[in-house]
């Protein structure tokens, strides 16, 4: 998996101290990899909304973030030309 510069998501942050300088949302203790993992587990979102504190929102801005700039490389690569095989 790609590795995302999460600096430039303005719902996160990373503060030295605070769970070892893990990427966090806002003003919280809870990791955004915890919102991947649950998810990629099978919870739905309300789930995870209701089993670690976070809101749908934040939820939002951090998959919108991670889908943006996942889909950016994909979509800049040269397209391969099958009949050249």
Do not use: Y
């Not at 998996?1 to 949302?25: H, I, N, Y």
């Not at 991947?36 to 749908?56: H, K, P, Q």
């Amino acid at each position: 998996m790609a590795t995302l510069d999460w600096s430039q998501c303005p719902a996160v942050e990373s503060v030295p101290g605070k769970r070892s300088g893990e990427w966090v949302f806002k003003n919280t203790r809870m990791p955004v990899a915890t919102v991947f993992e649950n998810l990629e587990a099978g919870l739905t979102v309300d789930e995870v909304m209701a089993e670690f504190g976070v809101t749908r929102e934040q939820i939002s801005a951090v998959l919108r973030f991670a889908a943006n700039n996942l889909a950016a490389p994909a979509e800049a690569s040269t397209p391969v030309n099958a009949h050249s095989l």
